[in-house]
């Protein structure tokens, strides 16, 4: 072969691997595989477990104590109302009243003497509990209802750790029944029991609470009230009163 010839089939031969180089990187791309549908769910963010049992009676339970604590308050709420339209009632009755007749100068009550300087007069804060409850009780007798309320719960106010406390809200909550207002002797027994559990006249006021609620329509409150001075306090005058009382009939 000559010279030329061989040059000649070197470049056909060149030319050829050229070619077939540009073929093979004009060909496409082979696909890209896609995940397997394993590999794409645990890549998902794993799904919020279930409550369990214990964690929807542990928020039933929380949710019952918000209830109870609700129904606490709008009791308490009741009561406070009852309590203060009572006595603006009291105060408006008081106010409409005559005023007394004054004396003539240099005249004084029978049995009492000329009246002390005012300098010498001891202030309102030192009036004693027991002061408190006679003149309230007084009223009480004189069937001056109003002003026996606001004496004696003026010394429940000032006095509330007193021996007489008890017997004074007693007397307070027997005008209320009284005067027909059993709700608001309710509320004055209820808030007795709670300054003073455990005193010694619970079971006294245990057995009214059961005549007023009986006074309201609510024989339930009135029978529940009864079984608990019978259950803790037996041997009681009140607990003998109870048994009574559920053994009657409310009239009507």
């Given amino acids: 072969?000559?010279?030329?010839?061989?040059?000649?089939?070197?470049?056909?031969?060149?030319?050829?691997?050229?070619?077939?180089?540009?073929?093979?990187?004009?060909?496409p791309a082979p696909p890209t595989a896609t995940p397997r549908a394993a590999e794409v769910?645990?890549?998902?963010?794993?799904?919020?477990?279930?409550?369990?049992?214990?964690?929807?009676?542990?928020l039933l339970a929380e949710l019952a104590e918000l209830q109870n604590a609700v129904a606490r308050l709008i009791a308490e709420s009741r009561r406070q109302d009852d309590h203060l339209a009572g006595l603006e009632r009291r105060l408006t009755e008081l106010e409409r009243r005559p005023p007394a007749a004054e004396l003539p100068p240099g005249f004084a009550p029978s049995g009492v003497g000329a009246a002390a300087p005012s300098s010498a007069a001891?202030?309102?804060t030192m009036t004693t509990a027991a002061d408190l409850y006679a003149s309230g009780m007084a009223r009480f007798r004189d069937r001056d209802y109003d002003t026996a309320i606001i004496v004696l719960s003026e010394l429940v106010s000032n006095?509330?750790?007193h021996p007489m406390r008890?017997?004074?809200?007693?007397?307070?909550?027997?005008?209320?029944?009284?005067q027909g207002?059993?709700?608001?002797?309710?509320?004055?027994?209820?808030?007795?029991?709670?300054?003073?559990?455990?005193?010694?006249k619970t079971a006294e006021?245990?057995?009214?609470?059961?005549?007023?609620r009986r006074g309201l329509?609510?024989?339930?409150?009135?029978?529940?009230?009864?079984?608990?001075?019978i259950t803790d306090h037996a041997r009681t005058d009140a607990a003998r009163q109870a048994r009574e009382l559920l053994r009657t009939r409310p009239k009507g």
Avoid: F
Wanted: proline share 8%.
């Fill in 159 to 161: 006095y509330p750790r």
């Fill in 181 to 200: 207002n059993y709700r608001g002797a309710v509320a004055e027994l209820e808030r007795l029991l709670e300054a003073v559990p455990g005193g010694a």
């Fill in 1 to 27: 072969m000559t010279r030329v010839a061989r040059s000649t089939a070197l470049a056909l031969l060149a030319m050829l691997l050229g070619a077939g180089c540009a073929a093979q990187s004009a060909a």
């Fill in 217 to 229: 329509g609510d024989e339930e409150g009135a029978r529940q009230a009864w079984e608990r001075v």
């Fill in 41 to 58: 769910e645990r890549v998902r963010p794993p799904a919020e477990p279930p409550r369990t049992s214990e964690d929807t009676a542990r």
């Fill in 166 to 178: 008890e017997s004074a809200q007693l007397t307070v909550a027997d005008i209320y029944h009284t």
């Fill in 205 to 212: 006021t245990w057995l009214k609470i059961g005549l007023s």
């Fill in 122 to 124: 001891p202030p309102a």
